[in-house]
């Protein structure tokens, strides 16, 4: 029996949320990527189009999904060039946009990456933020001890892993894993154990 793929997706709505807008649509084409919809039918172009097989990182978005077994949210980032628009029913989607923006404020990994100069033309930027957001956000997770203001339960180590799937054409990496790393609470502990074992030497 051929199914029709269209007919069979348009007789439940597809309901989602991007950076806290919800959507709700009654017919969308199967072969709809989240990318193709984000940019042409939102305000959200943060997310871009470059390579398009999940290879480059100019497209991620942070995906919120409720898990009714573990009875909690997963997050966790994806390609959205890759990310079927139908998949993502009862999904929250986050953006660069939904992370920090001029109007509301920019978030602190928006902050240093400008301000270690992490970025020239800005095209990977985005994804870079959504990358390292996600990783943050999984890293609070933890069972980890409370960080000192300022630093993050993430590693120096989880944090330059948050960008491997990140291709930057302009600045080179060493910026924006300097960036990413300053979140992490364990490289200032390694810096103040190294230091105490220097001055007990001496």
Avoid at 67 to 83: G, I, K, Y
Avoid at 158 to 169: F, M, Q, T
């Amino acid at each position: 029996m051929e199914v029709n793929y269209e007919t069979e997706i348009s007789t439940k709505s597809l309901v989602f949320a991007v950076n806290g807008e919800r959507f709700e649509l009654s017919k969308v084409d199967p072969s709809t990527t989240l990318l193709e919809f984000l940019r042409s039918q939102t305000t959200f172009k943060s997310v871009k189009l470059s390579c398009g097989e999940g290879g480059c990182g100019a497209c991620v978005v942070l995906i919120s999904k409720y898990d009714p077994v573990l009875d909690r949210v997963e997050d966790f980032t994806a390609s959205s060039c890759l990310t079927l628009l139908c998949s993502i029913h009862g999904c929250s989607i986050t953006t660069s946009e939904g992370i920090g923006n001029s109007k509301n404020g920019f978030h602190p990994i928006q902050e240093r990456i400008a301000g270690f100069h992490a970025t020239q033309c800005g095209f990977c930027t985005p994804g870079m933020c959504v990358s390292l957001f996600g990783t943050l956000v999984n890293a609070e997770k933890t069972n980890r001890p409370d960080p000192p203001s300022g630093f993050s339960k993430l590693t120096a180590a989880e944090a330059e892993e948050a960008i491997a799937g990140n291709l930057c054409r302009c600045t080179g990496y060493r910026p924006i894993a300097d960036a990413c790393k300053s979140f992490a609470a364990n490289k200032i502990w390694a810096s103040t154990l190294s230091g105490e074992k220097e001055r007990t030497r001496t």
